[in-house]
């Protein structure tokens, strides 16, 4: 076969999805539902490379090949629709991209159909000379917009973030079939109703309802009370999630929305070994919430979850941790949060000379034991029912030892999440529900 006869005919959609929070799970449900629509699909995310669902690579093989995580520079992977040119029959590509895909790596690629920008949070801030404060970190992941198709695009954003909003201006000015499609609750940074009046589209929440806008209509779409990750649709990034994803959809599909998509969205569920919402119990009553939360108002709000799964009397018990590629300042705001979410916190460290070793690196030294100690001088000011143990394991078993029927654990998981979901099932001799 000639590289002539390998090079598709027709250009893949794809959609790259940035954000702070909520990409690898937005990923993950706009996959879920292309495939349910028996499309060809390659997915992207922080833990390697999939096609139609079936693993191709991990985050070990892109570090060791490419120095680079998979979310960094994720268009190496549309290499598959050349080597099996047979995907690009109905072929799409939905791409996690990290802020790493800013910098001189780029997407790996020239131009997307949708580009997504869920929401810029006080991530990463420090992490280099470039990302002081959180409007650069919107900045930098503004590459989402700029590199939308000049025709027949869309643009999927957080209309409630303003920072977000704002970089509605790097949508190049020559692209003038770029669609927006803003999501949100109250969109509080952008003028919905000019947008409307123009003929534009957006999606909301009405109730337990996702519901569709197009001037005065409104066409419910999702039914969130049968998404049970949302819990009833009372917990907010689940419903961001399915909100993005839903835009995303639309996008790909140019919108073309069925009752198929309806049904083939509400059907998703979250794997439950990767780390995100994977809800355990155990025998004793107490169930375990498994999350990767990593930033203040993630693990805020998933102390507040906790708080309604609780029985009576019932406690909640965090097991956290935070990377070390975080300034001491943010370290500390974070930690003192966490302090105020949860009733009992204990800390472990993501480089515990254990598991993981300490490497030398040229910003944030990796000491260890050094991010969870920082942590806890923070919290335990704020929390004395506050315990430090750096070990992942020891965490756990710890929590497991400590906690009473009707209580419920946040376990934030480490890197390999199967791991850690180890941990908890022999810890807590519990089961997946």
């Not at 001491?328 to 930690?335: K, M, N, V, Y």
């Not at 004395?384 to 029927?405: G, H, K, L, W």
């Amino acid at each position: 076969m000639t590289p002539q006869e390998i090079v598709p005919k027709e250009r893949v959609p794809i959609a790259a999805i940035t954000g702070t929070k909520g990409k690898t799970t937005t990923v993950a449900i706009v996959s879920d539902v292309l495939l349910s629509l028996k499309k060809n699909v390659l997915k992207v995310d922080t833990t390697g490379h999939f096609v139609n669902g079936e693993r191709r690579s991990t985050l070990e093989d892109s570090k060791r090949i490419w120095r680079l995580v998979p979310s960094v520079a994720p268009g190496r992977y549309l290499w598959e629709f050349f080597a099996h040119p047979e995907l690009t029959e109905n072929g799409f590509a939905v791409l996690e991209a990290a802020i790493g895909s800013s910098s001189i790596k780029g997407l790996g690629y020239n131009y997307h159909k949708v580009g997504a920008f869920l929401n810029v949070y006080e991530d990463h801030l420090g992490s280099s000379e470039r990302l002081k404060e959180k409007r650069d970190i919107a900045k930098a992941k503004a590459f989402v917009f700029s590199k939308l198709f000049h025709t027949d695009s869309y643009a999927v954003f957080n209309a409630d973030d303003e920072l977000v909003v704002e970089m509605l201006t790097r949508v190049p000015e020559a692209a003038k079939g770029v669609s927006l499609v803003p999501f949100g609750i109250d969109f509080s940074h952008f003028d919905l109703k000019t947008h409307l009046a123009k003929g534009g589209i957006a999606l909301t929440v009405r109730g337990k309802q996702v519901v569709l806008l197009r001037g005065e209509e409104e066409q419910p779409i999702v039914n969130l009370s049968n998404i049970p990750w949302t819990f009833d649709g009372e917990y907010g990034p689940s419903v961001w999630n399915i909100l993005a994803a839903a835009g995303i959809i639309y996008g790909l599909l140019d919108g073309e929305w069925t009752d198929e998509v309806s049904k083939a969205l509400e059907a998703v569920r979250l794997d439950p070994t990767a780390g995100r919402l994977t809800v355990l119990k155990n025998s004793a009553g107490v169930k375990i919430i498994a999350d990767y939360a990593h930033e203040k108002v993630s693990l805020e709000l998933m102390g507040k979850l906790a708080h309604t799964q609780t029985g009576e009397n019932g406690k909640v018990l965090g097991v956290v941790r935070l990377a070390y590629d975080r300034t001491d300042e943010l370290l500390s705001e974070t930690a003192e949060i966490i302090a105020r979410s949860y009733d009992k916190v204990i800390i472990y460290d993501k480089i515990d000379g254990y598991w993981r070793q300490a490497k030398a690196t040229s910003r944030f030294p990796q000491v260890v034991g050094r991010t969870s100690q920082v942590m806890y001088d923070a919290a335990v000011k704020v929390n004395p029912d506050t315990t430090r143990i750096v070990r992942e394991d020891e965490a756990i078993a710890r929590a497991a030892s400590s906690v009473q029927p009707g209580d419920v654990v946040v376990v934030i998981v480490n890197d390999d999440i199967e791991r850690s979901l180890e941990f908890i099932k022999k810890s807590f001799n519990a089961e997946y529900i």
